[in-house]
């Protein structure tokens, strides 16, 4: 679940309201969204009374695994609209198989959903009284589910998103094992999505699309044939070649998607949502809406905000005693980190942590190691707030900055005067931050097919890195960060038990996350970090403890720190240990390095 | 709407965002002071460098003809020490309930999540939230707790005017929950609530 829930005034309820008529009225266009709407309400019906089935059959009945994925296939058919309607549950019902902290009450929620019952039935650990729970709970999930899928109408914009993230779902989601990491369906299930879009398609907007534009009609059923041969051809999880799957057969389905959204005239694209729905695939510049992951009281900069934040960016007066400025520790040379283990305080003395890039990680929804703050804006202020950083109050405004007094004109340029706060510094500074981002690595020229580039061993890495090795359960494709798809509304933080040193003897003691809520289900945990130019921002983890990306691969291999002996109860790997060869290993390196891109293209829309 | 798309609505139009509103209550006693609407916002937490921190209650006055106008006033800030600085109550820590009468406003904390160093504290303020006093502090009981630790896991829960209800003036009922009372006894569905608590009567509390 989000921790970070923003409930709004209820000032704006007559706003809603308004909005509400405004469904009624999309309704009554000519697509029949009824047979949708009624297909994703039958299919999480049956979700629904195959749980009944299992639970029926039992934990280890001879048709346990049967209804289980009976139920997974059905839900997965009403997944698109059921998860738009309510991401949180939907996201429950089907994300990973791990206890839930709640911050509001301090009560920890046991792992429930598809994934926990996965593992209770392949796996057989679970006593007959968790089962139950866990069945109990996840048909609760689904209950609620299908009431909002029953209470509102299909129109062209739930179908538009729903759709689109159902798409990125199987680009990122299924296939790489995060639905399924025990009995590995997620392969064969993406199958089911594509053959459900083909399904609502058809019945929906087909018609239009026809008259319009038969041969785009004509392409896009025939690419999804295609796709779901491919899938055909070679069902098992360790050996599908995710790389070609993925380029070769999804990007033409979302090519062929986004023409037949404008082509259909149905629906005006919004600017609220994670993606950019203009975007042709998910491996493109533009692929995401810096819109969506800006803050609300920060949007829409000019390019004198933006300018002025990169004035401030490399400017030392910006702190107390004039000796760190931002680009102390992130420098553009070094891919916005420093390749230091940690860099040094205002004093002199080590840093607590290893220096993060900067690149692309205007895509979060929480920053710094520990994931303390929910924006940029927010992270910038505690910079500014550490004593042992820039050491100011965010409310006092520097005058040491305006030694320089171009910054006067500047200042009064963007917010028309100068405040007598920090606040404009930090939303200028957040606002060029958000523009160091970067999507032209060689794995994404590859991927639009701009170029053909990639190695047998490239390849081979990323479907090792998609598939057996798990990575991209934590590290989801295509940002390789921990904000996870398809809502994006949060960036996941996990326990690995990081060592102290590169010799692996003893955990590391900076406990993470834990300091906020003494709990200890959160002793060790980090953010998960993105894993773009990684060739070029070593060294690796919080703590800065690995020089090398063998090193790295190393540790996951072995099991993270559980697998090297330490006491690390809550680490949340989903495997004990992964059993990679050299060459494996090596391969998911090599893919590694092709996440490299540096040259930062300004482009802020 | 659902409540996403509700969300993104009120975000599109730079609707005002509170950390996570917990209760809301309106001044009693005639039709005029009910249109002084209270709400109670939890804050984040120290050191996450958000804008609210420890709390905050704020007072929405609507207009007497048109409900879509008002005006917001913050009355009580737990913000002391941090990037606003704005606050005027320098004990607050997570205001969870809120209870309003004629008089007077009560912010009931609830310090489960993060706390200032005491147990849950119920205040009394005016209705601009001045003269903030504390009215109750929950007794840590660490006995009732199966593991003797308790931390501050405690919090008041909702404080109810029942005067006009039962007819005598200045009676209250309180909800107590001491969130480590734990014992098997307490479950009564298949829900894992295992936790005790009470409803207790308080009298004579001003109105």
Same mark, same amino acid.
């Given at each position: 679940?989000?921790?970070?829930?923003?409930?709004?005034?209820?000032?704006?309820?007559?706003?809603?309201?308004?909005?509400?008529?405004?469904?009624?009225?999309?309704?009554?266009?000519?697509?029949?969204w009824?047979?949708a709407?009624?297909?994703?309400?039958e299919?999480i019906t049956?979700?629904?009374?195959?749980?009944?089935?299992?639970?029926t059959?039992?934990?280890?009945?001879?048709?346990?695994?049967?209804y289980?994925?009976?139920s997974?296939?059905a839900?997965?058919?009403?997944?698109?609209?059921?998860?738009?309607?309510? /991401?949180?549950?939907?996201?429950?019902?089907?994300?990973?198989a791990l206890?839930?902290? $709640?911050?509001?009450?301090?009560?920890?929620?046991k792992?429930?959903g598809?994934? $926990?019952?996965?593992e209770?039935? *392949?796996?057989?650990?679970?006593?007959?009284?968790?089962?139950?729970q866990e069945? *109990?709970?996840t048909?609760?999930?689904?209950?609620v589910? $299908?009431? #909002?899928i029953?209470?509102?109408?299909?129109n062209?914009?739930?179908?538009?998103?729903?759709?689109?993230?159902?798409?990125?779902?199987?680009?990122?989601?299924?296939?790489?094992?995060?639905?399924?990491?025990?009995?590995h369906? #997620?392969?064969?299930?993406?199958?089911i999505?594509?053959e459900?879009?083909?399904?609502?398609?058809?019945?929906?907007?087909?018609?239009?699309? =026809?008259?319009?534009?038969?041969?785009?009609?004509?392409?896009?059923?025939n690419?999804?044939?295609?796709?779901?041969?491919?899938?055909?051809?070679?069902?098992?999880?360790?050996?599908?070649?995710?790389?070609?799957?993925?380029?070769?057969?999804?990007?033409?389905?979302?090519?062929?998607?986004?023409?037949?959204?404008?082509?259909?005239?149905?629906?005006?694209?919004?600017?609220?949502e994670p993606?950019?729905?203009?975007?042709?695939?998910?491996?493109?510049?533009?692929?995401?809406?810096?819109?969506?992951?800006t803050?609300?009281?920060n949007?829409n900069? +000019?390019e004198?905000?933006?300018?002025l934040?990169?004035?401030?960016?490399?400017?030392?007066?910006? @702190?107390?005693?004039?000796?760190?400025?931002?680009?102390?520790?992130?420098? /553009?040379?070094?891919?916005?980190?420093?390749?230091?283990?940690?860099?040094?305080?205002?004093?002199?003395?080590?840093?607590?942590?290893?220096?993060?890039?900067?690149?692309?990680?205007?895509?979060?929804?929480?920053?710094?190691?520990?994931?303390?703050?929910?924006?940029?804006?927010?992270?910038?202020?505690?910079?500014?707030?550490?004593?042992?950083?820039?050491? +100011?109050?965010?409310?006092?405004?520097?005058?040491?900055?305006?030694?320089?007094?171009?910054?006067?004109?500047?200042? =009064?340029d963007?917010?028309?005067?100068?405040?007598g706060?920090?606040?404009?510094?930090?939303?200028?500074?957040?606002?060029?931050?958000?523009t160091?981002?970067?999507?032209? @690595?060689?794995?994404?020229?590859?991927?639009?097919?701009?170029?053909?580039?990639?190695?047998e061993?490239?390849?081979?890495?990323y479907?090792?890195?998609?598939?057996?090795?798990?990575?991209? +359960?934590?590290?989801?494709? /295509?940002?390789?960060?921990?904000?996870?798809?398809?809502?994006?509304?949060?960036?996941?933080?996990?326990?690995?038990?990081?060592?102290?040193?590169?010799?692996?003897k003893?955990l590391?003691?900076?406990?993470?996350?834990?300091? $906020?809520?003494?709990?200890?289900?959160?002793?060790?945990?980090?953010?998960?970090?993105?894993?773009?130019?990684?060739?070029?921002?070593?060294?690796?983890?919080?703590?800065?403890?690995?020089?090398?990306?063998?090193?790295?691969?190393e540790?996951?291999?072995l099991?993270? #720190?559980?697998?090297? #002996?330490?006491?690390?109860p809550?680490?949340?790997?989903?495997?004990?240990?992964?059993?990679l060869?050299?060459n494996?290993?090596?391969?998911?390196?090599?893919f590694?390095?092709?996440?490299?891109?540096?040259?930062?293209?300004?482009?802020?829309n | 709407?659902?409540?996403n798309?509700?969300?993104?609505?009120?975000?599109a139009?730079?609707?005002?965002?509170?950390?996570?509103?917990?209760?809301?209550?309106?001044?009693?006693?005639?039709d005029?002071?009910?249109?002084?609407?209270?709400?109670?916002?939890?804050?984040?937490?120290?050191?996450?460098?958000?804008?609210n921190?420890?709390?905050?209650?704020?007072?929405?006055?609507?207009?007497?003809?048109?409900?879509?106008i008002?005006?917001?006033?913050?009355? &009580?800030?737990?913000?002391?020490?941090?990037?606003?600085?704005?606050?005027n109550?320098?004990?607050?820590?997570?205001?969870?309930?809120?209870?309003?009468?004629?008089?007077?406003?009560?912010?009931?904390?609830?310090?489960?999540?993060?706390?200032?160093g005491?147990?849950?504290?119920?205040?009394?303020?005016?209705?601009?939230?001045?003269?903030?006093?504390?009215?109750?502090?929950l007794?840590?009981?660490?006995?009732?707790?199966?593991?003797?630790?308790t931390?501050?896991?405690?919090?008041?829960?909702?404080?109810v005017?029942?005067?006009?209800?039962?007819?005598?003036?200045?009676?209250?009922?309180?909800?107590l929950?001491?969130?480590?009372?734990?014992?098997?006894?307490?479950?009564?569905?298949?829900?894992?609530?295992?936790?005790?608590?009470? &409803?207790?009567?308080?009298?004579?509390?001003?109105?």
């Open positions: 679940m989000n921790t970070f829930i923003k409930i709004l005034t209820s000032l704006f309820i007559i706003l809603v309201l308004t909005n509400c008529k405004n469904d009624t009225k999309e309704t009554t266009s000519i697509v029949n009824k047979f709407q009624n297909y994703y309400l299919n049956l979700a629904i009374t195959y749980l009944d089935s299992l639970e059959e039992g934990m280890d009945g001879k048709n346990s695994k049967k289980f994925s009976l997974r296939k839900f997965k058919k009403a997944e698109p609209y059921a998860s738009y309607l309510n /991401p949180e549950v939907g996201h429950r019902a089907n994300g990973p206890p839930v902290y $709640k911050d509001d009450s301090g009560k920890i929620l792992p429930i598809y994934q $926990k019952i996965e209770s039935i *392949y796996e057989n650990e679970t006593s007959v009284t968790d089962f139950e069945l *109990y709970v048909k609760g999930m689904l209950a589910l $299908k009431s #909002g029953e209470k509102r109408a299909l062209p914009q739930r179908f538009f998103i729903a759709i689109h993230q159902q798409l990125f779902r199987i680009i990122s989601l299924a296939i790489s094992g995060f639905d399924t990491p025990v009995s369906l #997620g392969v064969q299930e993406s199958k999505s594509l459900s879009l083909k399904i609502i398609y058809i019945n929906t907007i087909q018609s239009i699309i =026809k008259n319009k534009n038969e041969s785009l009609n004509e392409t896009f059923i690419n999804i044939s295609k796709a779901i041969t491919f899938i055909d051809s070679n069902l098992d999880f360790d050996t599908f070649d995710r790389f070609t799957f993925t380029k070769d057969y999804m990007n033409p389905i979302t090519r062929n998607w986004g023409k037949i959204r404008k082509t259909s005239g149905l629906w005006e694209v919004v600017n609220t993606f950019n729905f203009d975007a042709p695939t998910f491996f493109e510049n533009n692929t995401f809406n810096l819109n969506y992951f803050p609300a009281t949007r900069p +000019t004198k905000q933006i300018a934040g990169e004035k401030l960016f490399f400017d030392k007066n910006i @702190s107390t005693n004039g000796t760190m400025a931002c680009a102390t520790c992130h420098i /553009p040379e070094n891919g916005y980190a420093d390749n230091m283990t940690v860099n040094f305080d205002n004093k002199g003395n080590p840093l607590q942590r290893n220096t993060p890039t900067l690149i692309n990680s205007a895509f979060q929804k929480s920053f710094f190691w520990d994931g303390r703050a929910h924006s940029l804006l927010d992270q910038i202020s505690l910079v500014f707030t550490n004593n042992k950083e820039f050491n +100011t109050n965010v409310h006092e405004f520097s005058n040491n900055i305006l030694k320089d007094s171009t910054y006067i004109n500047a200042f =009064k963007v917010y028309g005067s100068i405040s706060n920090n606040k404009d510094v930090i939303k200028a500074i957040a606002s060029y931050i958000s160091l981002n970067g999507f032209n @690595s060689k794995f994404d020229k590859n991927m639009r097919g701009e170029e053909d580039t990639f190695t061993e490239e390849k081979l890495g479907n090792i890195f998609m598939g057996k090795a798990l990575c991209a +359960t934590c590290h989801f494709m /295509p940002l390789t960060n921990g904000t996870v798809p398809p809502f994006f509304m949060e960036t996941e933080k996990e326990v690995i038990g990081v060592p102290e040193t590169a010799a692996n003893t590391d003691d900076d406990l993470g996350f834990y300091w $906020k809520f003494n709990e200890a289900l959160h002793k060790g945990m980090f953010k998960t970090p993105t894993l773009r130019n990684v060739a070029v921002t070593a060294p690796y983890m919080h703590n800065g403890v690995y020089n090398t990306l063998e090193e790295v691969m540790f996951y291999n099991g993270g #720190g559980g697998g090297l #002996g330490f006491d690390v809550h680490q949340t790997l989903p495997f004990d240990n992964l059993d060869s050299d494996e290993q090596q391969a998911i390196i090599s590694m390095k092709t996440l490299t891109d540096e040259t930062i293209v300004k482009d802020y | 709407m659902s409540k798309e509700m969300e993104t609505a009120c975000t139009v730079n609707a005002s965002q509170f950390i996570r509103v917990e209760d809301v209550d309106y001044q009693k006693g005639s005029a002071n009910a249109r002084n609407v209270f709400f109670a916002v939890t804050g984040l937490g120290p050191n996450s460098g958000d804008v921190d420890w709390g905050t209650v704020y007072k929405l006055k609507l207009d007497a003809t048109n409900p879509l008002g005006k917001l006033t913050q009355i &009580i800030s737990g913000n002391t020490d941090t990037n606003n600085n704005d606050g109550l320098a004990a607050l820590q997570s205001p969870d309930n809120i209870c309003v009468t004629e008089n007077f406003v009560y912010t009931q904390e609830d310090p489960n999540s993060f706390s200032r005491h147990a849950s504290r119920i205040y009394q303020t005016d209705l601009n939230g001045n003269n903030a006093s504390v009215l109750l502090e007794k840590i009981e660490s006995n009732l707790s199966p593991t003797g630790s931390g501050f896991s405690g919090e008041f829960g909702s404080l005017d029942i005067s006009d209800k039962v007819g005598v003036p200045d009676t209250f009922i309180l909800a929950q001491p969130h480590y009372w734990q014992s098997e006894d307490f479950v009564s569905t298949n829900l894992p609530h295992n936790q005790g608590g009470q &409803i207790v009567l308080l009298q004579g509390l001003p109105r």
